[in-house]
């Protein structure tokens, strides 16, 4: 039986199973015993009025002016002079990002020097993007966020062969997304050998067209992984030939915690903000709208972990009140071991937590 906890001390005892041309693999100089510690990051809330693009505005400006005086760290154009945002559409319509919280993290990039064509939106799947109207609506061609390029990954355009995070794990598994973007980045063939099925290609705009990148989750809960949420949409979701890692609960939280990890993708994943306009504790990923729960609340954190660890102590709430089992602490592991790889902070008591609410 494939042991994870094996695993996981061979990466800790040799470094990263990730490679990616320049992100080869490194010697981690980890020991099981002798764990990275990751200063506690602090966890901003800001309680909503309501859900208007205003009060979305208004949170997140004051959000990241508190994070620019608490960090020192200006959000603002660097030597790229471009900035990223990873949206959440993977769950279908009714649950992805908030329009009013994506133009607000807009608003702010451009109060701060960027323009229009220079902030990009991310997102994986080309239906599920239009179907949540992130991408223009066929009928009217009307696009919500004109003037920003919005970046999706299945065409295969944002990959590239150099980059890729390297698993042993299950060969080519994938039977919900567009194949043919992992076939383009293996170098545009129509069958890929044995070799190249073990590679996850890695979309490249985020870490390498960017100065910084904001992740924007949606959270539910997953049957594999325990919390799909803010360390899942930037990995599993922002990657191709990652269906693989569903097939067992011992593949998905080694690829996410190995692929969160990365240095290049951590060293510009600067922020994440997390809307409770809308998350769902049972039947997730894919959105149902009989086990949602809303609350007028808006989470920013540098830490993913810091905020998916609290994430899933609502879900197992709302678990809790409607009369289902907690999610199982085997299935919430990958929050255990991305806190062991360094990546943030799994624990949920004593968080620094800066609160604000109101209006202006």
Avoid: C
């Avoid at 390029?149 to 944002?158: A, D, I, K």
């Avoid at 007028?296 to 409607?322: C, E, F, H, T, Y």
């Amino acid at each position: 039986m494939f042991s994870f906890v094996r695993l996981l001390r061979a990466v800790l005892a040799t470094g990263f199973i990730a490679s990616a041309g320049h992100l080869a693999a490194q010697p981690a100089h980890l020991h099981p015993g002798k764990l990275p510690t990751t200063p506690r990051a602090p966890v901003w809330e800001f309680r909503l009025n309501d859900f208007s693009d205003a009060a979305y505005r208004y949170a997140v400006e004051q959000m990241i002016q508190n994070f620019e005086l608490t960090t020192g760290r200006p959000l603002a154009p660097g030597k790229k002079n471009k900035a990223g945002i990873k949206i959440y559409t993977d769950s279908g319509p009714g649950l992805a990002t908030p329009f009013g919280l994506t133009r607000a993290v807009i608003a702010s990039l451009e109060k701060r020097g960027f323009e229009k064509k220079d902030i990009f939106l991310v997102g994986l799947n080309p239906l599920r993007l239009r179907l949540t109207g992130y991408l223009p609506s066929l009928a009217t061609g009307t696009s919500p966020f004109p003037g920003h390029p919005v970046y999706v990954l299945e065409s295969g355009r944002y990959y590239d062969p150099v980059w890729f995070y390297d698993s042993p794990l299950p060969a080519r598994f994938d039977p919900v997304t567009n194949e043919r973007a992992a076939e383009v980045a293996a170098g545009g063939k129509a069958s890929t050998t044995v070799e190249e099925d073990r590679k996850s290609f890695l979309a490249t705009p985020l870490f390498i067209e960017a100065d910084f990148w904001i992740n924007l989750p949606v959270y539910t809960d997953h049957p594999v992984l325990g919390v799909n949420g803010a360390l899942v949409n930037a990995t599993l979701w922002n990657a191709s030939n990652t269906f693989r890692f569903f097939r067992s609960p011992a593949t998905a939280p080694a690829a996410v915690a190995e692929m969160a990890a990365i240095p290049e993708l951590r060293e510009g994943w600067v922020l994440n903000f997390a809307s409770l306009h809308l998350y769902q504790f049972i039947g997730g990923p894919y959105f149902n709208s009989l086990y949602t729960i809303s609350e007028p609340v808006l989470w920013m954190s540098p830490d993913p972990v810091q905020l998916d660890a609290l994430m899933l102590q609502r879900i197992n709430d709302g678990r809790k009140r409607a009369g289902f089992e907690p999610v199982n602490e085997d299935s919430a592991r990958l929050l255990e071991f991305a806190a062991q790889l360094g990546v943030g902070s799994d624990k949920t008591r004593d968080v620094h937590w800066i609160r604000a609410g109101g209006t202006p």
